[in-house]
């Protein structure tokens, strides 16, 4: 708890995740077309085929700057309303996660076809969700 006054703290954690789902799209771009049989013919699978999901994960790590920039740029540290609202928004995006892995599970269980695109479109799905409440924090609660 002590951790969460710093906004270093929050800017690190949002580094974190997006280095890692970062790391996943533009790792996994270069092998994807190993996968053609774990495609479909979506608009989505087409996307993932021709290897652009390097951008995406470039795109992520752009936002992320632009995001952390804004968190580090306050020098105060938070007090304890605004660490109240922190915990509440990790919170939402713990629990965000728990639900969509079930669900990645779900798919690959009852249709393997759309496994790869659709473990794409969650785990992109949980950034933007995580990346819109840590902006709505930062602008709700931004004090130089």
């Known amino acids: 708890?002590?951790?969460?006054?710093?906004p270093m703290?929050?800017?690190?954690?949002?580094?974190?995740?997006?280095?890692?789902?970062?790391?996943?799209?533009?790792?996994?771009?270069e092998f994807?077309?190993?996968?053609?049989?774990?495609?479909?013919?979506?608009?989505?699978?087409a996307f993932i085929k021709?290897?652009?999901m390097k951008f995406v994960g470039i795109g992520m790590i752009?936002?992320?700057?632009?995001?952390?920039t804004l968190s580090a740029l306050r020098r105060k540290q938070y007090d304890k309303y605004q660490i109240v609202l922190l915990d509440k928004v990790f919170l939402f995006n713990g629990?965000?996660?728990?639900?969509?892995?079930?669900?990645?599970?779900?798919?690959?269980?009852?249709?393997?076809?759309?496994?790869?695109?659709?473990?794409?479109?969650?785990i992109f799905f949980q950034w933007v969700v995580m990346m819109i409440t840590e902006l709505w924090y930062l602008i709700t609660n931004y004090k130089i």
């Open 1 to 6: 708890m002590r951790g969460l006054k710093k």
């Open 9 to 29: 703290a929050n800017a690190i954690y949002v580094a974190l995740i997006t280095a890692i789902y970062a790391a996943i799209f533009i790792a996994s771009s």
């Open 32 to 45: 994807v077309t190993g996968y053609d049989n774990l495609l479909s013919n979506s608009w989505w699978a």
């Open 50 to 52: 021709l290897q652009n």
């Open 62 to 68: 752009g936002v992320t700057i632009i995001i952390d």
């Open 95 to 122: 629990l965000f996660t728990v639900i969509l892995f079930p669900l990645s599970l779900i798919v690959l269980i009852f249709a393997p076809v759309y496994f790869v695109e659709t473990i794409f479109a969650l």
